[in-house]
């Protein structure tokens, strides 16, 4: 029989990226009243990657934002930026709750995830499409979120590269195991591409935490396509598919 697998529920994390900078706050208060779970921050260098976008005072700007009711909504840092450390006590000060950074930015990857920890944030690491997935066998204990891009980082609007599917499934499985021997969960998330029309897919590989941001900015009723992403990753069976042979 196969193994459980984890039953964390889908979050649904907008990527600001495609939203307009000209009413950053606007925009944020928009989709968390519209259902977002997270809003995730790329940050981006032209460096690591060909292109430059936000810091640690644009998180501050949008931290007293990041509401709903009395409920604190994480602000989900992901960091495309090269060299990693120096940045991690200026986000986690700035108001982050999640910060995640691609291991080949990092000259020590496990001192970065402890750098994170120690600043009272929850830690990740990322994985380009490329990618393989050793180190996250090492630093499995030191880790909250696990996020595979399904498009190469640096532009929003891109296609979902599918061969992710398979690379999700995977993790899902290392990720399975390893909540079974230790009880504790981490989430499974997914950046570039995703829409109404793939998630459920996405979901049945074994994600359960989505990045999109051009499919929610793109339309003009946040709510609708919150509402639509959520029912069909909820509905899709998490799990389910297998990877190819
Ligand atoms: C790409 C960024 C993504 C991007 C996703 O480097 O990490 O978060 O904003 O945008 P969509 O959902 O439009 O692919
Ligand atoms: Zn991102």
């Given at each position: 029989?196969?193994?459980?697998?984890?039953?964390?529920?889908?979050?649904?994390?907008p990527?600001?990226?495609?939203?307009?900078?000209?009413?950053?706050?606007?925009?944020v208060?928009a989709v968390i009243?519209a259902?977002a779970?997270?809003?995730?921050?790329?940050?981006?260098?032209?460096?690591?990657?060909?292109?430059?976008?936000?810091?640690?005072?644009?998180?501050?700007?949008?931290?007293?934002?990041?509401?709903?009711?009395?409920?604190?909504?994480?602000?989900?840092?992901?960091?495309?930026?090269?060299?990693?450390?120096?940045?991690?006590?200026?986000?986690?000060?700035?108001?982050?709750?999640?910060?995640?950074?691609?291991?080949?930015?990092?000259?020590?990857?496990?001192?970065?995830?402890?750098?994170?920890?120690?600043?009272?944030?929850?830690?990740?690491?990322?994985?380009?499409?490329?990618?393989?997935?050793?180190?996250?066998?090492?630093?499995?204990?030191?880790?909250?979120?696990?996020?595979?891009?399904?498009?190469?980082?640096?532009?929003?609007?891109?296609?979902?590269?599918?061969?992710?599917?398979?690379?999700?499934?995977?993790?899902?499985?290392?990720?399975?195991?390893?909540?079974?021997?230790?009880?504790?969960?981490?989430?499974?998330?997914?950046?570039?591409?995703?829409?109404?029309?793939?998630?459920?897919?996405?979901?049945?590989?074994?994600?359960?935490?989505?990045?999109?941001?051009?499919?929610v900015?793109?339309?003009?009723?946040y709510?609708?396509?919150?509402?639509?992403?959520?029912?069909?990753?909820?509905?899709?069976?998490?799990?389910?598919?297998?990877?190819?042979?």
């Open positions: 029989m196969a193994t459980p697998h984890t039953t964390l529920p889908p979050l649904i994390a990527s600001i990226l495609s939203a307009d900078f000209a009413r950053l706050g606007e925009e208060r009243d259902g779970d997270w809003i995730h921050f790329d940050v981006m260098d032209n460096h690591y990657v060909p292109n430059l976008t936000i810091g640690p005072a644009v998180c501050e700007a949008i931290r007293p934002y990041c509401v709903r009711g009395e409920a604190k909504i994480p602000i989900d840092v992901h960091l495309m930026v090269r060299p990693v450390d120096a940045l991690i006590g200026l986000f986690a000060k700035a108001g982050a709750s999640v910060i995640t950074f691609h291991p080949e930015a990092s000259d020590h990857v496990d001192r970065s995830l402890s750098l994170i920890r120690e600043s009272g944030c929850q830690s990740g690491l990322v994985f380009n499409p490329a990618t393989p997935l050793e180190t996250l066998h090492y630093v499995m204990d030191k880790i909250d979120v696990v996020l595979l891009m399904s498009v190469n980082p640096g532009f929003g609007g891109q296609a979902f590269i599918p061969a992710t599917l398979d690379k999700l499934v995977r993790v899902r499985r290392m990720l399975d195991t390893y909540q079974e021997r230790t009880g504790r969960p981490i989430r499974l998330e997914v950046d570039g591409g995703i829409k109404v029309d793939n998630i459920a897919e996405v979901a049945a590989a074994g994600a359960d935490t989505f990045v999109a941001g051009s499919a900015f793109g339309q003009r009723d709510r609708s396509v919150i509402a639509s992403l959520r029912e069909r990753a909820a509905g899709a069976g998490r799990g389910v598919r297998k990877e190819a042979a």
